[in-house]
C-alpha cells in the first residue's frame, strides 16, 4: 500500500511554529486611531531548542483560563509553584543530621512500647508488670542482633538496602513482592500509628482535645501530605530539633527518675479509683499472653529498615557512616526503651484504661509534676512522631516508584510531580492511613495488633537474602557474616511467627488477608503491563510510515442547526464522502429536513434512518456495522458535534445524547470519534 | 470561500448502504473446501424505505455484543421488549373502568383521613375525639364545593384540566409554573404517604413486617416504577378489582357495625394499658390545634385533580362522563369517609401511638373479629393504595413532559423511552419518592405535614384561573360559573392558607421553601433553551453548504509504539501536514526518539517541546495557543491514541493522561478531539 496524503487546492495551514511573529493590531489614543505592530506573543512560554525542539517554560504550567486557574492558585498556595527536573538537589546528611532524619521512626517507639506491653500485660492484673523489664530487656537483644545483621546488609547494599530490593536481588519475585507488600502494609501503619500516639501525647496535657482525637489525627496526615507534595527536602537541619530535643526529655526524665530512687522520694503511682473499679484480672498469665506482651513492645524495632534506605543519601564513605548512625540509633533507642520501662516498673504505673492519658504522661507527670517539664516532653514526644510518620511518607512513595518502575503498580506511581515528588504515592498513602485512623478512631492500642507483623516478614526477607547472598558469593568473611545474617534471619522469622499467631485474632489476620491480595494484585498488574508491551512493541510491526485508508466520516445530526452544521463542514474538510445521519422517529420531520437539506447543506450526502423504537444508540452501531461488513479495514471517524455551555451545571441540559454515544462507541473497534465544540456565548 | 473537498487518489470508500450484498467465505465438510456465496447481512435489521431512507428493525435495538448485551437481557427480563411508535393505543374508558382508575387516589385516602385528623385531636386528650365526626362533614362540604367547581373545569378543558394548564392559559406563566410546581411536589408525596399507608395496613395484620416497613416501602415503589417503564396500560381491567373490592369491604365494614349497633352489642375499644400509660394531653383543644385536625383529615381531597387530568381517555361524550365519574367519586369518597369516622367514634378507637396499626384496622378487628373479613380489608386497603400511588406514575411524568415541551425541565422529559413510556419522569419520581421514605421512615403521620399544602396551592390557581376565564369570555350562564369557581377558589385558598400555617413547623415549611426553588429552577432552564435557541437556530445564518479550513492536526506521543503509529497514521489520512508532538522531561529519551523518527514515521513532522517541569497539559495548551494566535479561524484537532483493554478495569493502568488531558480539551475553543483506540487482544 502506498502513502496516499490528501492533495488539497487552497491555503494550507502554515508550518507549525509557535515562535513565529504575529500582527497585533493596536488602538492609539484617539478613536479610529491604529497601528499594526509585529509581536511574539508566546516568547516567554517557548525556547528555542535544536532543530524542531521546544522548551517549555514554567508560565505554560502557571498560566491558565476560566475554572482551572482558580485550582491551579490554591493549589501554587498550598504546594508552592512547580520546580524544574534541573533543580533535583542531592543533599548529603552529616552523621548526627542523618541520625535525627532516619532513626526517629525507630527511637519514637519508645513512647509508645512499654505502655502496648503493659496494656497487654494488664489482662492477666497489675501484678504481670513485673514481666515488663525482663520483657524490655529481651527485645532490646532482639534490637541487637537484627541492629548487626542489617549492619551487614548496609554494607552490601550501599545504594539503598530497601529489604524489597534484597529480597528480589537474592531470593526472587516472589519473596521481594511479598516483603514489598509487606513494607507498603507498614509504612501505611507507621503512619497511622505514630500520627494517634503523637495525638496521644498532645491529649494527656490537653484533655479537651480528646474527643477531637480523629480529626486532629487526620488534620496532621493533610498536613504531611501537603509538606510532602511541596517536597520536603530531607535536609536534615530543620529535622534535628525533635528528635534531639525528644532525647534530651526523656534522658532527663530518666535522671530526674534516677535523682528522686536514690533520694528515697520516688514514690508510687496511684490510679484514680475508676480504673480500678473495673473488674479484676480478665484472664491467667499464660504463655501466650506473655508472647503477646512480647509481640506488642516488638513494635520497638520498627524503623531500623529505614536507615538502610538511606544509605545513599549519608556522606562518604557512605556504607559505614550509615553503620555507624545505625549503631548508634539502637543504643539511644536501648537506653530510653529500657528506662522508660525501669520507670515504670519503680512507680508501678497503670495504664489509663480510656486512653486518654498516655503511660509516658502518666510517668511524667508523676516524676517531675504538673509543670513546664511535663508539656516539653509532651510537645517534644509529639513532634518526633510527627516526624516517624514523615519518614514513611518518604519510603513508601520511594518504594512505589521502585514498584511502578518494575510494572507491578500502575505507572502513575513512578512519576514525579510539579514539585519533583511522587504524587500518586503521597496521595495514595494519605488516603490510607487516614481511612486507618478514621476506622480504629485513632487509636494505638487498636491499631497495634496490625502492626509489627509486616516488619517482622520484611526482616526476615531481607536477612534470608543476604544469607543467600553469602552462601553464593563467598566473599572474604563470609561465613562470619552468613551466621551473623542467619541468626538475625532466624530470630526475626521466630518473631514473625509469634507476632502474627499471638495477634491474630485481634487484628494481624487482617495483613495476613491483605498482603496476598496485595501480592497477587501485583503480579496482575505486572502480567497486563507485560501483555501489552508485547502488543504494543513497535519491534514487533515492519520499519516506515503507517498508512491508513481514508476513513468513512459519518455525522449523526438530530436536526439541523448551527451546531450540526459546524459539525458537517468539518466533517467536509476531513472527507469528501462524509454522510450526515438523521435517526428520528418522526417520519414527517425527517421529510421536512430531507426537503431542506440541499439549501443547508450542499451536496453532503443525508441518510435518514427511521427508528420507530425510538431508539438512537442501537440503529447507529447496527448501521455501523453494516458498513464495517462491506470494509472491515477502513475506520469509522463518528463525528459528534457537542454544546459547550457556559457554565458546567449546563451541561445536565445538553449533550446527554452524545454521552450515551461516546459510552457506547469508546472501545468500539476501528472506530474514531471526533467531538466538534459548539461554544454558547454570552446571551 | 469555496467549498474545497480532499482531491485523493487511490480506492475511495463505497458509498453507504447497509443493505448491500457483501462475499462472504465459508467452509465446507472437508478442509480446505470453501466457497463464496453472496449474502446481505443486515437485511434484518434494516429496511429500505425511501430514497437514502432506512427503517430500523426491533433488532438494532436488541442485538447487542459484550457486557451491554448482558444489561439489555435484564431490561427486556424487567421491562420487555421495545414497542414501537405505531403501536400507541388509546383505549377509551367507561365511567365504571374511570372510575376505578381516576378515583382510586381519591377514594384510598379514606384509609388515613380520619386517623391522622384522630392522631393531631390527641394531643388535646381523647375527650376531643368528639370533633372528628363534625370535622369530617366539613370536609365533605369542601369536597362537594371542590367537585362542583371541578364539574366546571371538565367542561372547559375537555382536552385535560391539569392546573398547570388551567392556570398557565388564563392567568399566566408564574401561576402556571406555581401550579405545576406544586402539583410535582404532591404527585412525589402521593407515591410516599400512600405507599407508607398501604405498607401499614399489612403490617397492621403481620405485625412480623413492621421492621422492615422501609425495605418494604423502597420495593413496591421499584415494583411500581418497571410496571410502569414497562408501560402499564391504563387499561382499566385490571385496576377495577382493587377499588371495587376496597369499596365493597368498608360498606360492608360500616354495614357490620350499624348491624351491631342495632343490636346494642357495639361494645367499647379498650386500648392496651401501654398506649394510655403515655402521659396525659400534652396541649389544649385551641383554635389552632382543631384546625391542624381539619388540615390533617384535609388529605380526603386529593386525588380530585386526577379525573380532570384524565377526561381525554373517557368515552364521548368525555366531559360529561368525566363530569358524572367525578360527582360518582365524589359520593362514594364522602360515605366511607363518613363511614369510618363514624364507627371511629362510636367506639372510641384509640390511634396506635406506635403507628404498628392503622384505625381502620384497629375498627374493623373490633367489629368484625380477628378473622378472613379483616385480612381481606386490610389487603384491598394495600391495593388500593398501591393503585393510587400508580396514578402518580402517570401523572407526575405526563406534566413532566408538558413542562419539558414547554422548555422548563430539561429535554429528556420528554422523550418516551422504548415501552413509550416517558422514561426519565418515572424514574425521577421513583427516586424522589423512595428517598422520601426512608428519611421519613414510610411513616404516614410524619409525611403528612408536607402533604395537601401543594394540592390546594394548585387547586386555588386552578380554580382562579377559570374564574378569570368566565369573567374574560362571558360566555353563557358566566355568572353562575363564575360564583362557582370562585366559591370553590375561595375555599380552596383559606384552606390552603390554614394547611400551610398550621402545619408550618411540622414539616410544610420545607414545601414552601421548595416550591419556590423548582419555579426558580424551571426559569432558569426555560431562559437558558431560550438563549441556545437563539443562538444556534439557522434561520439566523445565511443559507448554502458552510465551509470548514482544513484543520492543524496534531497527535501528542508518549512514545513510538503501535497505538502512536496507529494515531499517527490516521492523522496523515485526513490531512497532509499532521505533526506529531513529543513532550517529554528527558532530553536524551527525545533525541533518541529524534534518531529513530524516520524510520517509524517517514515524513511525517515531530516537534518535541521539552517540559522541565514535567507538564504535559499545560505545555501542550499553550503550544495550541500558540498556533492558534497565528490562523485563529482554523480548527485544531487533536488525535489522541487510547489503549482499549479487554477488561474495564485494567482502563485504571491506562489511559489517565489522555483522561485528564480530554477533561482540558473539552470545552477548548475550535478544538476537536479524536480518540483513535488501539484494542489489545487476548494475549
Do not use: C
Not at 529505614?306 to 559505614?320: L, Q, R
Not at 514525579?416 to 487509636?443: K, N, P, W
Not at 421536512?592 to 441518510?607: C, D, H, K, N, S
Amino acid at each position: 500500500m502506498t502513502n496516499r496524503p490528501p492533495n488539497r487546492p487552497g491555503p494550507e495551514p502554515r508550518r507549525v511554529d509557535p515562535l513565529l511573529e504575529v500582527r497585533e493590531r493596536k488602538h492609539g489614543q484617539r478613536p479610529g486611531d491604529a497601528y499594526v505592530r509585529i509581536v511574539r506573543p508566546f516568547e516567554d512560554e517557548f525556547e528555542r531548542g535544536d532543530e524542531g525542539q521546544l522548551i517549555a517554560s514554567e508560565r505554560t504550567v502557571l498560566s491558565r483560563t476560566g475554572w482551572t486557574a482558580a485550582l491551579r492558585r490554591i493549589r501554587t498556595l498550598l504546594i508552592g509553584r512547580p520546580i524544574s527536573s534541573e533543580h533535583e538537589v542531592h543533599e548529603r546528611l552529616t552523621k548526627v543530621k542523618a541520625l535525627a532524619v532516619f532513626s526517629s521512626d525507630n527511637i519514637s517507639s519508645s513512647a509508645y512500647a512499654t505502655e502496648e506491653m503493659m496494656r497487654i500485660l494488664l489482662i492477666a492484673g497489675v501484678s504481670a508488670f513485673s514481666l515488663v523489664m525482663p520483657l524490655t530487656l529481651v527485645i532490646v537483644l532482639v534490637l541487637a542482633i537484627v541492629a548487626t545483621s542489617y549492619r551487614q546488609t548496609i554494607k552490601a547494599y550501599p545504594q539503598g538496602a530497601s529489604s524489597y530490593i534484597v529480597a528480589s536481588d537474592n531470593l526472587g519475585t516472589l519473596p521481594g513482592l511479598t516483603a514489598a507488600a509487606a513494607l507498603l502494609i507498614d509504612y501505611v501503619l507507621t503512619v497511622a500509628v505514630s500520627v494517634s500516639a503523637g495525638v496521644a501525647a498532645i491529649t494527656s496535657i490537653a484533655p479537651v482535645l480528646f474527643d477531637e482525637r480523629v480529626l486532629i489525627s487526620i488534620v496532621i496526615v493533610v498536613a504531611l501530605m501537603l509538606g510532602n507534595l511541596r517536597g520536603i527536602r530531607e535536609s536534615g537541619t530543620i529535622f534535628m530539633a525533635p528528635t534531639y530535643l525528644y532525647l534530651v526529655a526523656v534522658l532527663g526524665l530518666i535522671a530526674w527518675g534516677l535523682v528522686r530512687q536514690a533520694s528515697g522520694d520516688l514514690g508510687t503511682f496511684h490510679a484514680p479509683a475508676s480504673w480500678l473499679a473495673q473488674e479484676g484480672p480478665a484472664g491467667a498469665l499464660t504463655i501466650f499472653l506473655i508472647a503477646r506482651a512480647f509481640s506488642s513492645g516488638a513494635v520497638a524495632l520498627t524503623g531500623v529498615e529505614a536507615i538502610s534506605d538511606g544509605v545513599p543519601a549519608f556522606k562518604p564513605p557512605e556504607w559505614k557512616n550509615a553503620r555507624t548512625t545505625l549503631t548508634a540509633a539502637a543504643i539511644i533507642f536501648a537506653t530510653l526503651f529500657v528506662g522508660i520501662s525501669w520507670l515504670a516498673s519503680a512507680i508501678h504505673v497503670v495504664p489509663d484504661p480510656n486512653e486518654e492519658q498516655t503511660v509516658l504522661a502518666l510517668i511524667a507527670r508523676h516524676v517531675t509534676g504538673e509543670g513546664p517539664y511535663l508539656i516539653v516532653l509532651q510537645l517534644a514526644t509529639a513532634l518526633i512522631l510527627a516526624l516517624a510518620a514523615n519518614t514513611s511518607f518518604a519510603d513508601f512513595p520511594r518504594l512505589s516508584s521502585f514498584l511502578a518502575r518494575d510494572g507491578f503498580m500502575p505507572r502513575q506511581f513512578a512519576f514525579r510531580g510539579e514539585r519533583l515528588a511522587f504524587t500518586t504515592g503521597i496521595v495514595a498513602l494519605s488516603a490510607l492511613a487516614a481511612v486507618l485512623l478514621f476506622v480504629f478512631e485513632a487509636s494505638v492500642t487498636a491499631l497495634i495488633p496490625l502492626y509489627t507483623v509486616g516488619v517482622f516478614v520484611a526482616f526476615t526477607l531481607s536477612q534470608t537474602g543476604m544469607v543467600m547472598r553469602w552462601w553464593r558469593r563467598r566473599e572474604h568473611g563470609w561465613r562470619i557474616g552468613l551466621l551473623i545474617n542467619g541468626l538475625g534471619a532466624a530470630t526475626t522469622a521466630v518473631i514473625a511467627i509469634i507476632v502474627a499467631s499471638t495477634k491474630f485474632l485481634t487484628g494481624a489476620w487482617l495483613v495476613l488477608v491483605m498482603a496476598p491480595m496485595l501480592i497477587a494484585l501485583m503480579l496482575g498488574i505486572r502480567r497486563h503491563y507485560r501483555a501489552v508491551e508485547r502488543q504494543v512493541a513497535l519491534d514487533r510491526i515492519p520499519h516506515g510510515k503507517e498508512v491508513a485508508l481514508e476513513p468513512i466520516v459519518i455525522v449523526p445530526i438530530a436536526r439541523l442547526d448551527r451546531p450540526a452544521r459546524q459539525a458537517i463542514a468539518f466533517a467536509n474538510s476531513i472527507s469528501q464522502h462524509a454522510t450526515a445521519l438523521h435517526i428520528t422517529n418522526d417520519p414527517d420531520s425527517a421529510a421536512a429536513l430531507r426537503e431542506r437539506w440541499p439549501e443547508w447543506a450542499g451536496t453532503t450526502e443525508l441518510v435518514v434512518v427511521e427508528s420507530p423504537y425510538r431508539a438512537l444508540v442501537g440503529p447507529l452501531l447496527r448501521y455501523m456495522d453494516a458498513l464495517q461488513a462491506q470494509d472491515p479495514d477502513r475506520p469509522i471517524v463518528v463525528v459528534l458535534s457537542e454544546i459547550v455551555p457556559r457554565h458546567w451545571w449546563e451541561n445536565l441540559l445538553h449533550n446527554q445524547t452524545s454521552l450515551r454515544l461516546k459510552l457506547r462507541l469508546f472501545g468500539r473497534r476501528n472506530t474514531i470519534v471526533a467531538d466538534v465544540p459548539y461554544h454558547l456565548t454570552k446571551d
